[in-house]
């Protein structure tokens, strides 16, 4: 059986990967998760008494730990989902997202470095999971990010994935590492924490209290349901050239009014639960990804449509209220 090591584990997107590794594959799955308020081990509850699944509460940016989880584990595979993620967080302190984003990755990178340099890259593969917007803000025109375009990341979140991104690239041409990065557009689903956009208009509306949408609500994103994001990770890790960047996307973009307003309708709840207030700082108006790539090199395509994601993401959320 191969050995997976799956960092911030117990997240939204990396608990539905380990969940799909441990319900889909053989191979041995440990997971490292400081469990900060964007993790949580009952999105693991199911699989948790698995004999293939081994958890570490722990710190990526600790280097002894890391390096003691290599040895004692000997993962063949890592996937880095362990970061700080929420754009408004890194707008009140940019500090903590470089610390875990680039150091903790800088961490991984160099005890791979010094570990699987010696026992052989054969076999091995280190898949950094990063986002669309480390290529900054599109205008509403039709034009899409490839994997080629320049980074031009615009908030303290987005500047630490790009420089981890960046770093993973050194260690690559330099240490000649077996490294991919995906980046992929937002993500949605059950688990999801409530601060994210599509759960927190969710909870909001079934609490009827006021949905709060930045601006005049015109930035538009694009989504994809997290299953189709763990299937795309999956075949990167198999399938992918390391070296290669992968960008995931469906094609389906929404503005933020609309979207709020398409579940306010889905919840049969009054459309003038929408609360516009004050734009935050460096607002990005629209990401969008060219994802041929992936679908040409890595044989795969989003399976789940919005609505039918959106209906079963309402569902659940009407389910587990809190």
Known sequence: ????????????????????????????????????????????????????????????????????????????????????????????????????????????????????????????????????????????????????????PNSPYSASKAAADLMIRSYYRTFKLPVIVTRCCNNYGPYQHPEKFIPKCITSALKDIPIPIYGDGMNRREWIYVLDHCTALIKAIFYGKPGEIYNIGTGYEISNLDLARKILKQLGKPQDRIEFIKDRPGHDLRYALNSGKSRLKLNWRADVGFEEGLHQTVSWYKKNPD
């Not at 280190?126 to 375009?149: A, C, H, I, K, M």
């Open 1 to 152: 059986m191969k050995a997976m090591l799956v960092t911030g584990g117990a997240g939204f997107i990396g608990s539905a990967v380990v969940r799909m590794l441990l319900n889909d594959t053989t191979h041995r799955v440990c997971v490292i998760d400081k469990l900060t308020y964007a993790g949580n081990l009952n999105n693991l509850k199911d699989i948790e008494y698995s004999p293939r699944y081994h958890f570490i509460k722990g710190d990526i940016c600790n280097y002894e730990l890391v390096n003691y989880i290599l040895r004692r584990y000997k993962p063949e595979v890592i996937i880095n989902f362990a970061a700080e993620s929420h754009v408004d967080r890194s707008i009140d302190n940019p500090s903590a997202f470089a610390e875990t984003n680039v150091m903790g990755t800088l961490s991984l990178l160099d005890n791979i470095r010094q570990l699987w340099g010696k026992s052989g890259l054969r076999g091995k593969r280190f898949l950094q999971v990063s986002t669309d917007e480390v290529y900054g803000s599109l205008d509403q025109s039709d034009n899409f990010s490839t994997e080629e375009s320049n980074l031009l």
